[in-house]
């Protein structure tokens, strides 16, 4: 099993930035994929950034391209996600997510094997 825990969200004006944190602990943190994903209200989970086990290969939803960065310490076990130029349209709830497969970051929710209890984010107009 894998516990991972998001901190870092809030509320913030249009243009702000925040920074999310998600800690792992029970497993070998390198031996996973690691990744964003987002849900809004009445939407379906939608993925928002992706790690390979590395660091080295990084993959992002259109939609935040050139605004969110996302990084990994692997001596922390924690993997972040810095939001830069955020919008009302990103106001959702974040989950930090694991996944043991292969090199391929999959943008499939249901690929991915372990859960954050997730973090609200709004961002006001």
Same mark, same amino acid.
């Given at each position: 099993?894998?516990?991972?825990?998001?901190?870092?969200? @809030?509320?913030?004006?249009? @243009?702000?930035?925040?920074?999310?944190?998600?800690?792992?602990? %029970?497993?070998?943190?390198?031996?996973?994929?690691?990744?964003?994903?987002?849900?809004?209200? %009445?939407? $379906?989970? $939608?993925?928002?950034? %992706?790690?390979?086990?590395?660091?080295?290969?990084? $993959?992002?939803?259109?939609?935040?391209? @050139?605004?969110?960065?996302?990084?990994?310490?692997?001596?922390?076990?924690?993997?972040?996600?810095?939001?830069?130029?955020?919008?009302?349209?990103?106001?959702?709830?974040?989950?930090?997510?694991?996944?043991?497969?292969?090199?391929?970051?999959?943008?499939?929710?249901?690929?991915?094997?372990?859960?954050?209890? %997730?973090?609200?984010?709004?961002?006001?107009?």
């Amino acid at each position: 099993q894998v516990q991972l825990v998001e901190s870092g969200g @809030g509320l913030v004006q249009a @243009g702000d930035s925040l920074r999310l944190s998600c800690a792992a602990s %029970g497993r070998t943190f390198t031996n996973y994929n690691m990744g964003w994903f987002r849900q809004a209200p %009445g939407k $379906e989970r $939608e993925f928002v950034a %992706g790690i390979t086990k590395s660091g080295g290969v990084t $993959e992002y939803v259109d939609s935040v391209k @050139g605004r969110f960065t996302i990084s990994r310490d692997n001596a922390r076990s924690t993997v972040y996600l810095q939001m830069n130029s955020l919008k009302p349209q990103d106001t959702a709830v974040y989950y930090c997510a694991a996944d043991s497969g292969g090199i391929v970051i999959s943008q499939r929710a249901n690929v991915w094997d372990y859960w954050g209890q %997730g973090t609200q984010v709004t961002v006001s107009s």
